[in-house]
């Protein structure tokens, strides 16, 4: 979980100690080392993101 991981794009210069945790940031559903196997079979990988990506697209959308 990589929840200062946000704040840290948004803020790159501030200490890591002082980020914010953004519950509401975007999540991986795995970590790295899951990322990496997923994105090996391409079908699975947009089987798993795909709705992700239109959940989030639909909330900005609003």
């Given at each position: 979980e990589l929840t200062?991981?946000?704040?840290h794009h948004h803020q790159p210069?501030?200490?890591y100690q002082t980020?914010?945790?953004?519950q509401e940031?975007?999540?991986l559903p795995t970590g790295y080392?899951?990322?990496m196997l997923l994105s090996?079979?391409?079908p699975?990988?947009?089987a798993v993101m795909n709705p992700r990506v239109d959940a989030i697209a639909a909330q900005h959308a609003d």
């Open positions: 200062r991981h946000s704040d210069a501030k200490p980020l914010n945790s953004i940031a975007p999540q080392p899951g990322m090996l079979i391409p699975l990988y947009f």
